[in-house]
């Protein structure tokens, strides 16, 4: 459908970039944000670096681990390992906020609006920022929940009072055995609820969530759209990147914005209707927010 040549739109400068961005937001009917892990690499929750070595020093020495997102696929030899990590990564990737504050900043842009958020992240920063709950569609899964690792039914379970307790309790990287959790329907060990193979649970709330973006893109498949994508990469671009391209381009009076450093670009039978920015997006965000404090309504 679309050219294979992008365009990057470098020739606007920064500035030009934001003030466009701002009075297509102050001026959409809709807003529809897509998130990648980028947006929460901006706000902050890094999985390598300092931080990862702040949180994971033992099983760095112990097994070479390189990062967070390497080391969740590592083959530990007991559930009580592989709780003892697993707990950690859930703990400071779930359960404590963003320490930067680009998800408040996003809020701040479309708390006003009529918008709906897509994403790929399974640390609900949206939600933990006060985000409407049911604006948010998390398609990837969320590491607040568990599910059977077989799967032997469709439901999930809220994790946060015993991942607590894993962390705390833990000694030489090993939970209590008493703390592996377990399918409450068929004994077999619980494991996260991310999709990672054919075995992801989609819930009740993942389909109802699913419903509402549905709903939310068929009552604005017209009018004056916002598909904003930060720091959506190309892993996954079938989630969120194409259909962004495919409704700015079925909507002449969409716009597509791309925040992301380093990857921002869009196919030119669009780019008359993109602002692409090659920036870090806690950057931008900020800047629009003061931007509209300096300039209110």
């Not at 934001?18 to 947006?39: P, Q, W």
């Not at 759209?225 to 969120?240: D, F, H, M, Q, S």
């Not at 259909?243 to 716009?255: G, R, S, V």
Request: glycine letters at 8%; proline letters at 5%; hydrophobic letters at 35%.
């Amino acid at each position: 459908m679309f050219s294979r040549i992008l365009t990057r739109k470098s020739t606007a400068v920064f500035s030009e970039k934001i003030e466009r961005l701002k009075t297509s937001l102050a001026g959409a009917d809709a807003v529809v944000i897509g998130a990648g892990a980028g947006l929460s690499a901006s706000a902050g929750l890094t999985y390598s670096g300092e931080r990862f070595e702040k949180n994971f020093g033992d099983f760095i020495e112990k097994y070479g681990i390189r990062d967070m997102y390497s080391g969740g696929f590592y083959p530990f030899q007991t559930l009580e390992e592989y709780w003892a990590w697993w707990s950690r990564q859930i703990l400071v990737n779930r359960y404590e906020r963003a320490p930067k504050p680009v998800y408040d900043d996003l809020l701040e842009l479309v708390r006003n609006q009529d918008y709906f958020v897509l994403t790929t992240n399974v640390d609900h920063q949206f939600q933990l920022a006060g985000f409407d709950k049911k604006r948010l569609f998390y398609t990837q899964g969320d590491y607040g929940l568990w599910q059977c690792s077989q799967p032997c039914h469709q439901e999930t379970y809220d994790n946060e009072d015993v991942v607590r307790r894993m962390a705390a309790e833990q000694r030489d990287m090993k939970i209590p055995t008493e703390l592996i959790p377990r399918c409450p329907k068929c004994g077999r060990p619980q494991t996260p609820n991310l999709r990672c193979d054919n075995t992801f649970v989609e819930d009740a709330g993942w389909h109802q969530a699913a419903s509402r973006y549905e709903d939310f893109l068929r009552r604005h498949r017209s009018g004056r759209v916002v598909y904003l994508e930060l720091g959506v990469g190309a892993n996954t671009p079938v989630i969120i990147k194409f259909p962004f391209w495919k409704y700015t381009h079925e909507n002449p009076d969409a716009i597509y914005a791309c925040i992301n450093l380093g990857e921002a670009a869009a196919p030119r039978e669009i780019a008359e209707r993109s602002i692409c920015m090659d920036a870090d997006i806690g950057s931008v965000l900020g800047s629009l927010v003061s931007h509209r404090q300096d300039n209110p309504a």
